[in-house]
């Protein structure tokens, strides 16, 4: 058989797999409802790269794409297309990836259960008939790996929005490093903080991406420069050759657990599922150790500032004149005031978690409000960063570049290892402090009763709910805040399992949900922090 007719049956293959794998999207989506758009295009068998030939791959939705809508899950933008691609979907496909669609999410990416979504809340697969949350805000990206319409997921991060899904759906998320991947194309809810990442149902999956999207782009101001890949190379191979050479061994690695990262909240089975994951990882080598990150405590509130402070500024662009959704004013409106002509756009485009954050980040940038909220947040983040940055045994290498402080070789780097004090080369923790919750309590979040004859107790109850779903985030917003690389691994079955009858038998609180186990390294340390994530996923 000839190259050329070798070359056409592979090409057709492709086409025919494409084809069946949208079928399997439209027949899956109908109760998952973490697709809010599929694409028609077939993948261009003219590409020169084969890495992920025959490969699809779902993206969220509020990552531009000029073959389909980007809406952000938001009325906003409910009509609106993209006239170019983004940074990392142009990657994907001139590596030959299949872009099969995109993903719902919770509105601009504000949220931790997507629920605040105008396409509706996205269902855990895990178990469809139990209608448990998928997570947010990429719950849409988490749902369509885990349901298996599609083989990855490009999603976003701003304070936990991978790493809480993948726990609650049981996947694998990887939040990188902050800078490693572009951002060019990606509608902005908080610069400093969100970063792209993928999702997938194994590491080398997540890796084989990952690789993929990890290059500089002169296009994202916020890319981190080839040099610096360079150099964060040099650490990740000390750490690599401090290891042991066996590959099932983990002698020579350090890992810190937390202990703040254990508060009251957590379930005791979460608890008791991350503890064998440590002691395993002893059993194969490992030297555990504990280690107190103190600032912990105000990482949530730093949070919520900081990341409504941003977004209450990159979302002003949305007023009904440029582009999305425009509402006329009434007639007889004062239309020398721009608030009116601005006004009735955003009432009616944003949702009202939307709504909620634009207030908050608003009022902190306030000449009353500022240095007691902004600056404030702005001092527990770098506390926090202080806090990682002493108990890892390698420097930061981002916040000396922001220092203006260059490291251009590698005797340097050993230098600056040598005279830093911490231990540790991995952080583990849970990812979640439950497993996925149930949607009835939120699934109506964006329609809730405005009733004058509603009971003050059902209220109360209400904003009980409210509060824990900004509570989600709080054992993944610290590494957001210092911009470290963070993946959620599944506990494996035969682990999260393991004593179930006794574990039963001290608390009621295992359901066999998954459970999802956090490690952290230091700032790009990203193949460490996915090596070490692999190990877990084969206990």
Request: net charge negative.
């Amino acid at each position: 058989m000839s190259l050329r007719s070798n070359v056409a049956r592979i090409c057709s293959s492709v086409r025919r797999y494409s084809s069946d794998a949208r079928a399997i999207i439209r027949e899956r989506n109908q109760n998952v409802n973490a697709f809010v758009s599929i694409n028609e295009n077939l993948p261009s068998s003219s590409t020169e790269d084969p890495t992920l030939h025959g490969k699809t791959v779902a993206v969220k939705d509020n990552i531009s794409t000029s073959s389909m809508p980007t809406t952000c899950s938001s009325a906003m933008l409910e009509n609106f297309t993209s006239p170019f691609d983004a940074t990392v979907v142009k990657l994907l496909q001139d590596a030959g990836a299949d872009i099969v669609g995109k993903t719902n999410c919770d509105e601009f990416g504000m949220g931790s259960l997507n629920v605040y979504s105008v396409h509706g809340p996205v269902i855990n697969p895990f178990r469809i008939d139990e209608r448990r949350s998928a997570g947010g805000s990429s719950g849409g990206s988490a749902a369509a790996v885990a349901a298996g319409m599609c083989d990855s997921a490009l999603a976003t991060d701003t304070g936990g929005s991978i790493r809480l899904p993948a726990s609650y759906c049981g996947v694998v998320g990887l939040k990188p490093s902050y800078g490693l991947i572009s951002r060019w194309g990606v509608v902005s809810y908080a610069d400093s903080l969100d970063c792209v990442g993928v999702m997938a149902k194994t590491v080398p999956e997540v890796k084989r991406v990952f690789d993929i999207l990890n290059v500089h782009d002169e296009q994202d101001p916020t890319s981190v420069s080839t040099q610096m890949r360079r150099n964060t190379r040099h650490i990740v191979d000390q750490i690599s050759h401090s290891w042991s050479k066996d590959p099932k061994s983990l002698s020579g690695l350090t890992v810190g657990v937390p202990q703040e990262y254990f508060p009251r909240e957590l379930s005791p089975s979460i608890s008791h599922s991350v503890r064998q994951v440590i002691q395993h990882l002893q059993h194969l080598g490992a030297k555990v150790v504990p280690v107190s990150l103190p600032s912990t405590s105000y990482a949530l509130s730093a949070y919520y500032v900081l990341a409504s402070a941003e977004a209450s500024s990159n979302l002003a662009r949305y007023d009904g004149i440029q582009y999305g959704l425009r509402v006329p004013p009434p007639p007889g409106s004062d239309l020398t005031k721009t608030s009116n002509l601005y006004a009735h756009t955003r009432s009616k485009g944003f949702g009202s978690e939307v709504k909620k954050r634009i207030l908050l980040g608003t009022y902190a940038l306030t000449a009353d409000a500022f240095d007691n909220y902004f600056l404030q947040a702005q001092k527990v983040r770098q506390l926090i960063r202080q806090d990682f940055d002493r108990v890892f045994r390698y420097p930061n290498l981002l916040i000396r570049l922001h220092q203006n402080h260059h490291v251009d070789s590698g005797s340097e780097l050993l230098s600056l290892s040598e005279s830093h004090h911490g231990q540790i080369d991995v952080l583990i923790h849970p990812s979640a402090i439950q497993t996925a919750p149930p949607l009835n309590a939120n699934a109506n979040a964006e329609s809730s009763s405005e009733s004058n004859g509603e009971e003050q107790d059902k209220d109360k109850d209400q904003k009980d709910r409210d509060l824990d779903s900004y509570v989600q985030d709080v054992l993944t917003v610290p590494a957001s805040l210092a911009g470290l690389p963070a993946m959620s691994v599944p506990v494996p079955v035969s682990l999260s399992h393991k004593n179930h009858t006794e574990q039963r038998e001290r608390d009621k609180g295992i359901d066999g949900w998954p459970v999802g186990v956090s490690v952290v390294g230091q700032w790009g340390c990203d193949e460490v922090v996915m090596r070490i994530g692999q190990v877990i996923s084969e206990l």
